[in-house]
């Protein structure tokens, strides 16, 4: 599938739930966000009914997110069912992590291809006071089910709050001993604590990652991840990378859609326009018009992100990062 500016669109990141047993402080307000009602959620046979469309169309790709994925019911049986589906060359995950001790072998064994973990901090009151409601020894007792299950690679997502988790060298001592890709991110100012003064550009922590210790190109692990560049510490099993999505816009090498829980598509993570597909999907799947939707997001891909990214509709947690 080619947008109006060419861009061929080959990934979707499908957000199952806006529920999560977190309450990560850059993602989601302490009370949550108001909950959608069950019927407003897509069924796992309208997610698949979609995607094969969108497949057959050319998605190739499929990211499973929230909210928090293991979150919702039955979650295994739908990666099964993804991956019954012509022309999905892979479905993958981004979840917090701490239910992979419980998920993962059957996750693995359904098919799933990758998995991306949030770990906000390596020390353990950080990690409390950042995700409010985790434990740093949950997290990484989910990261270690995710390689026990011979998960390869395992990226571990960090978004660095200026003066809050910017210690940087614990990742990196980790990546010494355990083969994962740590990805640092750029705080998006878009989430609830707002302020801007908490991002730490990419720049600048490519700057502080050198100082830290010796690094090397390492080539980068399988997936579509917007990360340009990963390095290693020489010797080290695990590797490390920035991904700038406030000071370096990828806009240019977009190749993505989302699907939120309730049905809508949008077109970029910071633009508020969707397409509700849930008229295509009810009282029965139209094929057709769900081609015609696709076809019409195709050519309502904004060209680049809007200048105000503070207004874009959604919580983060919903729409699924
Ligand atoms: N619950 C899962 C998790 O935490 O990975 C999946 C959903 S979460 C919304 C997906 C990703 O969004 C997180 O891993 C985190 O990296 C990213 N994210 C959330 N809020 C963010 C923010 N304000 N700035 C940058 N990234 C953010
Ligand atoms: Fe939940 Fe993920 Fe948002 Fe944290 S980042 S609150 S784990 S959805």
């Known amino acids: 599938m080619q947008d109006h500016l060419g861009r061929t669109i080959d990934y979707i990141r499908v957000s199952v739930t806006d529920r999560c047993n977190l309450r990560c402080r850059y993602c989601?307000?302490?009370?949550?966000v108001p909950l959608l009602q069950h019927d407003d959620i897509l069924r796992f046979?309208?997610?698949?009914?979609?995607?094969?469309?969108?497949?057959?169309?050319?998605?190739?790709?499929?990211?499973?997110?929230?909210?928090?994925?293991?979150?919702r019911p039955g979650i295994v049986n739908l990666v099964r069912m993804?991956?019954?589906?012509?022309?999905?060359?892979?479905?993958?995950?981004?979840?917090?992590?701490?239910?992979?001790?419980?998920?993962?072998?059957?996750?693995?064994?359904?098919?799933l291809q990758r998995i991306n973990i949030g770990l906000p901090s390596l020390e353990p009151a950080t990690y409390a006071a950042l995700t409010r409601l985790g434990s740093l020894d949950q997290a990484l007792a989910g990261v270690q089910a995710a390689l026990d299950a011979g998960f390869d690679p395992v990226k571990l997502n960090v978004v660095v709050l200026r003066g809050v988790?910017?210690?940087?060298?614990?990742?990196?001592?980790?990546?010494?001993?355990?083969?994962?890709?740590v990805r640092f991110i750029e705080y998006m100012s878009i989430g609830p604590l707002g302020e801007d003064h908490y991002l730490v550009p990419a720049a600048e922590l490519r700057t502080m990652l050198e100082a830290l210790a010796p690094l090397e190109p390492a080539g980068?692990?399988?997936?579509?991840?917007?990360?340009?560049?990963?390095?290693?510490?020489?010797?080290?099993?695990?590797?490390?990378?920035?991904?700038?999505?406030?000071?370096?816009?990828?806009?240019?090498?977009?190749?993505?859609?989302?699907?939120?829980?309730?049905?809508?598509?949008r077109m970029c993570l910071f633009g508020a326009e969707e397409i509700d597909i849930r008229?295509?999907?009810?009282?029965?799947?139209?094929?057709?018009?769900?081609?015609?939707?696709?076809?019409r997001a195709m050519q309502e891909k904004p060209v680049s992100m809007p200048d105000n990214v503070r207004d874009y509709g959604r919580a983060m947690g919903s729409i699924g990062g």
């Open 82 to 111: 993804l991956m019954e589906i012509p022309g999905l060359q892979d479905v993958t995950m981004t979840t917090n992590g701490t239910l992979l001790p419980q998920f993962a072998e059957d996750l693995r064994t359904a098919g």
């Open 28 to 32: 989601m307000p302490e009370e949550g």
């Open 279 to 295: 008229p295509a999907l009810r009282p029965s799947v139209d094929e057709q018009a769900l081609r015609g939707l696709l076809a």
């Open 220 to 265: 980068k692990p399988a997936g579509n991840g917007p990360a340009r560049e990963y390095w290693r510490v020489p010797g080290s099993p695990g590797s490390l990378a920035v991904i700038a999505p406030m000071t370096e816009h990828f806009c240019p090498e977009c190749n993505r859609l989302r699907l939120v829980a309730d049905g809508h598509l």
């Open 165 to 181: 988790n910017d210690n940087l060298a614990p990742y990196v001592e980790l990546t010494r001993r355990w083969p994962v890709a």
């Open 45 to 71: 046979e309208e997610i698949a009914a979609f995607l094969s469309v969108a497949a057959a169309e050319g998605i190739v790709h499929v990211r499973l997110t929230g909210g928090e994925p293991l979150r």
